[in-house]
């Protein structure tokens, strides 16, 4: 997809049209946003390229907010799938667990670990509980018995209205201030493809990272580690369908010093492949690839953030608030 096309597309986000797309195809919040699309891309000469079956309705896209279930209680040692969330948000997922130094650390979205992954500074207070705070109903009165980690490192989310000006973007701007023009040259924004952090596991608190949430339920002693490891679930739309950013090919990027613990990962999936997540509140699921390569507007409480290069499923996967931060693998019988 070339520059001009994308940033056309992502004007018709910003306008409230759409809520993304890839080059398959485009996604609007409802029904009623279909007619306008379709108008838009027609008028803008891609009547050819996006056409009606193009034009797919998933509802509003929105990083996961918490609602209550399994996996809420207390668990030692640690293991994927159950609660954690920062002292002062509510509640997400453990997603893995990785290295560094002989240190072990907990992986999940920034927005589970950080209460404001938009700050490039790491928070007042670095303490991790499990459960997360809400599962606690916030009992800061025993707070030494859940604090299980410190957050170590977030990749900062940046907002979707966020518009970083080049040099020459600026200096063009100042010329047409001068001749009065009210039209000005902006800079993309600023992708997002992560929304991911680390916490370092206090010592003395152990972890599974054999298993997972799902297999400690049903006692079924299944061995987590023949999985392979393709990111973390971290929004949902309010149909179901799940948002995954690609872990293992931005792992490195990212986390560089940081070895995950997956034996098996793997970077890219494709449309129609089966995944399987294990989160907090809905438990193991699994559902289907419906767009490997996806930009989406996410919102994130008061704002948004713009992310490329995300994995979204169909509504099978059934994501729900306090999922987020799910690790998700290819997918095998549960």
């Not at 973390?232 to 010093?257: E, M, R």
Request: glycine share 8%; with cysteine; hydrophobic share 40%.
């Amino acid at each position: 997809m070339d520059r001009v096309t994308k940033e056309f597309l992502k004007e018709l986000v910003l306008k409230g049209i759409i809520v993304g797309f890839s080059e398959k195809r485009i996604y609007v919040e409802s029904e009623e946003n279909v007619k306008a699309a379709l108008a838009a891309v027609r008028s803008f000469g891609l009547g050819d390229v996006y056409k009606e079956k193009d034009v797919a309705v998933i509802g509003k896209v929105r990083a996961l907010g918490t609602q209550e279930n399994f996996r809420t209680r207390k668990w030692r040692p640690l293991m994927m799938g159950i609660s954690v969330g920062h002292r002062e948000i509510t509640a997400g997922t453990i997603g893995g667990f990785a290295y560094k130094n002989g240190e072990k650390y907990i992986v999940s979205n920034a927005h589970v670990l950080h209460p404001w992954p938009f700050m490039a500074q790491a928070p007042y207070s670095r303490r991790v509980w499990q459960p997360g705070p809400y599962d606690t109903r916030w009992d800061y009165e025993h707070e030494t018995d859940y604090w299980v980690a410190d957050y170590a490192y977030h990749v900062r989310i940046h907002s979707m209205y966020e518009y970083p000006e080049c040099p020459v973007s600026r200096a063009v701007n100042t010329v047409y201030r001068a001749l009065g023009r009210k039209s000005r040259v902006r800079a993309l924004q600023v992708p997002n493809y992560v929304d991911l952090a680390v916490a370092r596991v206090l010592e003395g608190v152990g972890i599974v990272n054999n298993t997972y949430a799902y297999a400690v339920e049903k006692n079924a002693g299944f061995d987590a580690s023949r999985l392979t490891f393709v990111g973390n679930l971290f929004a949902g739309s309010s149909a179901g369908h799940a948002v995954i950013c690609k872990t293992a090919k931005y792992w490195k990027q990212y986390f560089a010093g940081y070895d995950l613990m997956f034996p098996s990962t793997q970077a890219e999936v494709a449309p129609g492949q089966r995944l399987k997540k294990d989160g907090r509140t809905s438990g193991a699921t699994v559902g289907t690839v419906w767009d490997e390569s996806a930009s989406l507007a996410v919102g994130y409480w008061l704002d948004v953030a713009w992310f490329e290069d995300v994995v979204l499923t169909h509504e099978d996967m059934g994501a729900k608030g306090g999922d987020s931060g799910s690790p998700v693998f290819l997918a095998e019988p549960l």
